[in-house]
């Protein structure tokens, strides 16, 4: 990451960190690495200020207070509403930021939603970059999201020296809204290729094939991916801690539906998310989402050795 010294350049000045979850967390403390001074604030009581204290940033009380004399406002939330109301809602961040301050959300909530926020900051004379990030927790950990942003170019120019600290694959991919596009579409393909590196386990698994010879062939082959690689020992093991939780790949895919129903079928997304769907309701939400194999097991009646 030899940008990382770049991040914390008069360019950015403070920066506001909104939301430090298993991934926002980590990503916040990556910035703290390459310099930047951050003022941070997330929902639970006092986990701002434990994180403020253990990485030298600054605790904030409400998003407001983050985003006062901030050049740059982050947001990595949960979803839509959520982004929505931590921007704009009462003690928003819009509330306490100044005209021109640029808010970049790395959350998952979709080009819609994405769109409409933008909107409503412009009206109060501010700019919006969606740049959600694709990599789990360990990715976060040491700096290597990839990050697909969208919005202005000039917009993008300014955030990305901040983006670099936390990504090692830094896109512009378009305009406001085309970072959420891509985000969905990849994390729908992700989620068909869990589903099928659990089929193929199970068919395998029914015929008496060694696992671990299959598992080798495919990583060799055209049957190799990034599901393969990191889930198919987690379904064979049924360890489900989480990296990515079942109910945020669930609700991924389920806005990539909703996206591409007016025009083309997704269908592979469509059985996946059938799939996460029902790991959902049988208690799988904030496990990994290689818990889907759970779903898969019982419709094929027996269980991975």
Sequence with gaps: MGDHEEAGGAATSRVAFLGLGIMGSRMAANLRRAGVELSVWTRTPGKARA??????????????????????AI????????????LLGDDGAAAGAGAGTLFVDMSTIGPSATRRIGERLATRGMRALDA?????????EDGTLTIMAGGAREDFVQAEPLLRA?????????????GQTVKLINNAVAAANAVTVGQALLVAAA?????????RVMSAGSGASAMLALKADAMRAHDYTTLFKLEHMLKDVRLCLEEAADDVPFPAAAAAGEVLSAGYANGHADADFAALIEVLERDAGRRLQ
């Design 51 to 72: 994180w403020a204290a253990a990485h030298g940033a600054r605790a904030a009380a409400t998003p407001a207070e983050a985003a006062r004399e901030a050049a740059v």
């Design 75 to 86: 947001t990595m939330l949960v979803d839509g509403p959520q982004v929505e109301a931590v």
């Design 132 to 140: 959600p990030v694709t990599g789990s927790s360990p990715r976060a």
């Design 166 to 178: 936390m990504g090692e694959l830094v896109l512009h991919v378009g305009p406001l809204g085309h």
């Design 207 to 215: 015929r008496g094939v060694d696992l671990d010879a299959l598992v």
